[in-house]
């Protein structure tokens, strides 16, 4: 057992180590060290004194000791990790530079970006501002319901956010899984003339864009985007050192040494090191066969084989760098992408951008020059006038005001504006000529300066030129220049600078730093009464930094340095201050994150004394190169490239599933380029590449990170087929530890497979990704195959599912079970343990139906998935059925509200092909079967006495007033009948009485609708209702289903006879007891008698009759043709009634009339009389309100005009008879004036009530019409007015 104290303890996860000599010294003298300590402790353990003080110090002494040895390891395992990474970039460098095996692919799949929790958050609040009708985006219904279902089942799905927050989700699958929901409900819309499922299918997926969207700048977004999918292209030479950079934890200056030292930039010394690392492979090569230290191998007989694959895989690498230009070596990447027109600051990816020009440099300066005084003015007299002229080089030239040689004294200040940073200003001193021939004044002495924008402020005295022979030896002016800083110049000064691209000579020079944009500086030099720079360098990818004094170079005391791939600038200055000011100005500019220490600060201790850990194992002092030389010297050939690879690959796939982009472990094509020439160049074999890749992909996987297992297959397929020695790269020798390798993590596939399988809801949440079930079940199977050509039994195969599943179900409905937060309670009350189960059983539902709808790709791989899948949901209803029984035993008796389970639960499974009548839907229907028989005897048996006891009291008034007291219905709720099933005392009307309820509780002034009585209505809706629960059940096994309908039917029919019967009895006792006088009117109840026998018509036809699907027997179709005569015969027994009480109304009238015929006895008294129409007055009068009572109140129209028609045909007929009777007998004027008034209104009345004219015209009427014409115009003759202007012409008359 290793002691922790040891060496070989590495204490935490660390890279494997690289078996190069010179690199294994250090952790060789570490352990020595340590050993020592260990050695020392042990000494100072023993001749320690006795005594608890002593022993309490030591050990504290002993603990930090400890403490402090641990620290140093620690600090000395992550130097020598940042070596062996420093050694790995150094090769990667070289593979960019210089690649001549592999390219960069084009034909790789483009990845999505990925969802993070803020974006789906924001998602999240996006759809349910749009449910909560807060955006602009106008949508129907059923769209409405549709995203409702989607951010109820999905957005807000825990799965969902596993799933993004293992990094594998996109904005393409969120719409991917919208899109196939919205599918199946398309589908299920009917059809609409003139609009297409696929034309509602894009308007849906466009406005799901919208709200994805939200309200963010589009613009920005698809920029946005673009910018973030470079990594996803081909990239070039500087991109790739970037990544690789970010991916080894390399910083920018370090990579520059290694550029500049590896000189990247020359083609001809790469190609030179790659023909000294292919002559070291051939040497190594060589020595191996000598010293026969060859690898073990599953098989001795590979060892020639082996020394065959390392000679040709040199000489194929020999033929490809032979197959390259000599002009122009390696590829040199020029795809470059086009111009994004959304941003022209995006550079084509190759440039090195924009290059400055001089002009591109502006500098703008402002001076002010202040004259003070002159001293030592001599050679002119005193009260003569001087003047002072100042002027800039190249700019106007301005003048002081006028003073007396004895006091010239000025404080004059000019204004002058330049571009040159070094500029010249010329002060000259004149005095007025006072010669009459004299043109100009005369100058009597001058300055030149050439000011900075560092020099003085204050004024000073500056010696002036003056001419030879002048007195004014020591003439003076006093004056001060002021250079001001424009904003866009940020440091400036005198520097000693050489550099390989630009000031190619060792001089001092006069810089400015110059900002051109926010993002672009350059470095300028200028000459004096310049304004363009005449050398500059623009720095962006420069690192600056502090570096020693370097041998040769005069002038200069403190230098510092620039450096880039392929250039390094040289700067000097002459003291300190000054160049902590222009690197920290340098440093700023360029942008680095490497932070220059000055000198004098780089030299520091902890607070313990130890050594503080370097920031690299590498300086950027050209001074200590010792570290850069030892990485690019390093011989490959004498490195483990296969652990180095390992690192590499470790770093890349860490840095991929890191990135932005969804990847599910598939590596970008710029990535896959390095490391496909890497293992090409460096020798890694093909196995242990895919065996590492296969060992990280699965580290990701079983850390809950979702990974394409179509990536798992090709590693996995080429790693067994090279281990079965099936040469996937040409590679025949296989090596004990590939093989050993292999089947750990062929074992380790296994059971990562089966984990996947049975936790498939969330290793594959909603079948994200895409086609990721049936890849796995496919690897499944191949991980099963013991060999590459014998293929798996498909029973064993199906067994393995098969136990996933089983598994699966039980961590399924634990899941559920959770989720929905229902903890078994056998005290629960009963009320809320079927609650539970209602809401559980709703849960199960949408896991079954998701399962069917994002999971069933399985089927494409095997035939037997679906079976396997039913049973899976078998086991998994096996489960919710232990709840759902327990929940249902403890239901009251001839309890009801379990139904709306049976229902729930029976409308999924009914629908379901394999899941009908199985296991679970049998066990359903054996529970509810008693339970709806029990149901319908006691509704059956309710309803006959509800009718005995409502015919008995019925009073017969119409369902118009009573519609809000209808008697009490113990019937159970069903969610999903069509009307409200009430077991409470409130109840809702039928959907057929909705007019009447419109009529009465909206107050919609519509026609007053009368039904029928308050028991007939009664028994139709609890019939109707009866029968729309059953139906609404609808009970999966037929014949059950078919009994329950026909007796249902036989019930209905058997209630609707004693309905009819019991009305029809009650119709003739009301009509025994009616009056025959014209005082009869037809009683309401016997209107609200004939609406209850249509009402019954009516319902019959639903009620009674079997669905036409079902065959029909003979004594059912005469049963029911009992029922049809039954009330076909008793209406026309209830209208022969009425209208013989009509006609007995009439005969009564006439029997009036007949006193009055001729030569009876009391004809001759009754002559002397004067009689009114009091008779036909009345009789009409009888007529109308009866008429307009079965009119108003008798709802069926047809068959109040058949009670009109048989009413006006009677009354003719019984006209006509009483005339006849009265042929050989003259009329009295009586009789004749009251039949013409009667006639003639019954006429017009029954026409007005549509009585049809073949009707109203008819023999008897004509035959009356004849009689009483005839008797009129003899009447006349004899009587000359005495009919009082009663006429049947006047009749015809007002007909037309």
């Not at 394409?708 to 590693?715: N, Q």
């Amino acid at each position: 057992m290793l002691d922790p104290s040891s060496s070989e303890d590495t204490g935490g996860e660390s890279d494997p180590e690289v078996v190069e000599e010179a690199a294994r010294k250090p952790a060789s003298l570490s352990g020595k060290r340590a050993n020592s300590s260990r050695a020392g402790g042990q000494q100072r353990e023993s001749a320690a004194p006795g005594g608890a003080a002593a022993k309490g110090a030591r050990d504290g002494a002993d603990a930090g000791e400890d403490e402090e040895r641990k620290e140093r390891e620690r600090i000395q395992r992550e130097e020598e990790e940042r070596k062996t990474k420093l050694q790995i970039y150094v090769f990667v460098l070289r593979c960019i530079a210089y690649p001549f095996n592999a390219k960069q692919p084009t034909d790789m799949a483009r990845r999505q970006q990925k969802v993070n929790k803020q974006q789906l958050q924001a998602v999240k609040e996006r759809f349910l501002a749009f449910l909560n009708g807060e955006t602009q985006i106008v949508a129907d219904e059923a769209f409405c319901n549709a995203v409702r279902s989607y951010y109820e089942g999905f957005l807000k799905s825990e799965r969902v956010s596993r799933m993004v927050q293992s990094g594998g989700c996109s904005a393409n699958d969120f719409r991917e899984v919208f899109k196939k929901n919205i599918e199946r409900r398309i589908r299920s819309l009917p059809e609409i003339d003139g609009l297409s499922k696929e034309t509602v299918l894009s308007s849906w997926i466009a406005k799901y864009d919208a709200i994805y969207r939200g309200e963010e700048d589009m613009r920005r977004q698809t920029q946005r985007a673009h910018l973030s999918a470079v990594s996803e292209l081909i990239l070039s030479k500087e991109q790739l050192y970037e990544m690789f950079q970010q991916i080894l934890g390399i910083r920018k200056f370090e990579h520059q040494l290694l550029y500049n030292a590896c000189q990247l930039d020359n083609v001809d010394e790469q190609a030179a090191q790659i023909r000294r690392e292919l002559d070291g492979r051939l040497q190594l090569a060589e020595k191996i066969a000598r010293e026969k230290k060859y690898p073990k191998f599953i098989s001795a007989d590979m060892e020639a084989l082996y020394m065959e694959e390392l000679r040709s895989s040199v000489n194929l690498l020999m033929a490809n760098l032979e197959s390259l230009p000599v002009s122009k070596g390696g590829p040199d990447f020029k795809q470059k992408l086009k111009r994004s027109p959304l941003n022209n600051s995006f550079l084509d990816i190759g440039d090195e951008g924009d290059i400055l020009s001089k002009s591109d440099v502006v500098l703008s300066f402002t001076l002010e020059i202040v004259i003070v005084e002159v001293q030592g003015l001599k050679s002119v007299a005193p009260n003569r006038i001087v003047y002072c002229t100042m002027e800039v080089e190249g700019g106007e030239k301005l003048q002081t005001d006028q003073a007396e040689a004895a006091r010239p004294q000025w404080e004059t200040q000019g204004d002058f504006t330049t571009t040159h940073p070094l500029p010249s200003v010329k002060v000259k001193l004149f005095t007025e000529s006072t010669g009459v021939l004299a043109l100009d004044d005369k100058e009597l002495g001058r300055v030149v300066l050439n000011p900075t924008t560092n020099g003085p402020k204050q004024a000073e005295f500056h010696r002036m030129v003056v001419a030879k022979n002048s007195q004014d030896t020591e003439l003076k002016i006093k004056l001060a220049v002021r250079m001001d800083k424009p904003p866009n110049m940020k440091h400036s000064g005198y520097l000693y600078t050489l550099g390989q691209r630009v000031w190619k000579r060792w001089k001092k020079r006069y810089f400015v730093l110059v900002q051109v944009s926010q993002y672009t500086f350059a470095m300028c030099s200028y000459r004096e009464k310049k304004a363009e720079p005449q050398e500059l360098m623009q720095l962006e990818g420069y690192t600056v930094d502090y570096c020693d004094p370097q041998p040769g170079l005069q002038g200069g005391r403190v230098f510092f340095n620039a450096v880039k791939e392929g250039d390094l600038v040289m700067f000097a200055c002459d003291d300190e201050p000054d160049r902590v000011l222009w690197v920290q100005a340098m440093y700023r500019a360029t942008g680095q994150s490497y932070k220059p220490v000055p000198p004098l600060q780089n030299k520091t201790t902890n607070c313990r004394g130890g050594i503080q850990k370097p920031a690299s194992p590498i300086s950027l002092d050209p001074s200590q190169r010792q570290g850069v030389e030892e990485l690019i010297s390093a011989a490959p050939c004498r490195l483990d490239h296969a652990a180095l690879f390992s690192i590499l690959q470790k770093h890349t796939l860490q840095h991929r599933m890191n990135d932005s982009f969804s990847c599910l472990g598939w590596f970008s094509p710029g990535q896959v380029f390095v490391l496909d020439e890497y293992c090409a160049r460096y020798g890694v074999r093909g196995c242990h590449r895919h065996l590492s890749y296969l060992k990280g992909l699965m580290d990701y996987s079983e850390n809950n990170a979702l990974v394409d297992p179509t990536l798992l297959h090709y590693s996995y397929a080429f790693c067994v087929s090279h281990v079965h020695g099936n040469r996937p790269d040409g590679m025949g020798t296989v090596t004990a530890e590939e093989k050993e390798q292999f089947e750990a993590i062929r074992s380790r596939l296994m059971a990562l497979l089966d984990n996947q399988i049975t936790h498939f809801r969330y290793c594959f949440p909603f079948g994200r990704p895409d086609g990721a079930l049936k890849a796995t079940l496919s690897l499944q199977e191949r991980v099963l195959m013991k060999d590459i050509t014998t293929p798996v039994p498909p029973v064993d195969m199906k067994n393995l599912v098969q136990r996933c599943l089983e598994k699966a179900a039980r961590i399924n409905y634990s899941q559920l079970m959770e989720y929905a937060q229902i903890k078994e309670d056998s005290q629960a009350a009963p009320e809320k343990r079927l609650e539970d189960m209602m809401r559980l059983g709703e849960l199960c539902i949408d896991v079954l139906q998701q399962n069917d709808e994002h999971h069933s790709e399985g089927r494409e791989a095997f035939s037997w998935w679906p079976e396997l899948m039913a049973e899976h949901a078998e086991s998994f209803l096996s489960l919710y059925r232990a709840d759902m029984d327990g929940a249902l035993q403890v239901q009251p008796v001839d309890s009801w509200d379990s139904f709306p389970l049976f229902q729930l639960l029976n409308n999924f499974l009914r629908t379901d092909p394999h899941l009908c009548n199985g296991t679970f839907h049998k066990h359903l229907q054996d529970l509810f079967v008693p339970l709806v028989v029990r149901y319908i005897d006691l509704m059956e048996s309710s309803i006959a006495q509800s009718i005995h006891r409502g015919f008995e009291q019925e009073t017969w008034q119409s369902v118009k007033s009573l519609t809000n007291n209808l008697a009490n219905v113990p019937l159970p709720k069903v969610p999903s009948l069509p009307l409200t099933l009430p077991q409470m005392p409130s109840f809702s009307a039928p959907a057929w009485m909705g007019p009447l309820c419109e009529n009465t509780l909206q107050g919609i002034n519509l026609p007053d609708i009368f039904n029928g009585s308050a028991t007939s209505e009664d028994l139709f809706w609890k019939l109707d209702a009866l029968q729309m629960f059953v139906l609404d059940l609808h009970w999966p096994e037929p014949e059950f289903a078919k009994h329950l309908e026909q007796r249902l039917k036989l019930m209905a029919s058997d209630m609707m006879e004693a309905c009819v019967k019991r009305t029809k009895s009650a119709f003739d006792a009301k009509m025994q007891k009616a009056s025959k006088s014209t005082d009869f009117r037809v009683p309401l109840s016997v209107c609200t008698m004939f609406n209850v026998l249509m009402d019954a018509k009516k319902q019959c036809s639903k009620l009674c009759v079997l669905d036409t699907g079902q065959e029909i027997d003979k004594q059912w179709q005469q049963y029911h043709s009992k029922i049809d005569v039954l009330i076909d015969e008793s209406f026309k027994e209830m209208i022969s009634s009425l209208i013989s009480k009509f006609a007995g109304v009439l005969d009564g009238a006439l029997s009036k009339l007949s006193r009055y015929d001729e030569g009876t006895f009391f004809s001759s008294f009754l002559s002397f009389t004067k009689p009114g129409m009091d008779l036909a007055d009345t009789y009409i009068t009888f007529i109308r309100q009866n008429q307009d009572i079965l009119r108003d109140r008798v709802n069926d129209e047809v068959y109040v005009e058949d009670v009109f028609d048989q009413w006006y045909t009677g009354s003719m007929k019984a006209v006509c008879v009483w005339l006849t009777d009265r042929l050989d007998l003259q009329l009295h004027t009586y009789q004749l004036k009251t039949l013409i008034k009667i006639v003639k209104k019954t006429y017009r009345d029954f026409r007005l009530q549509g009585v049809l004219d073949g009707t109203l015209n008819n023999k008897s009427y004509e035959t009356v019409y004849n009689r009483l014409t005839v008797e009129e115009a003899t009447a006349a003759v004899k009587a000359g007015d005495g009919l009082q202007g009663i006429s049947m012409r006047d009749s015809d008359e007002e007909d037309d």
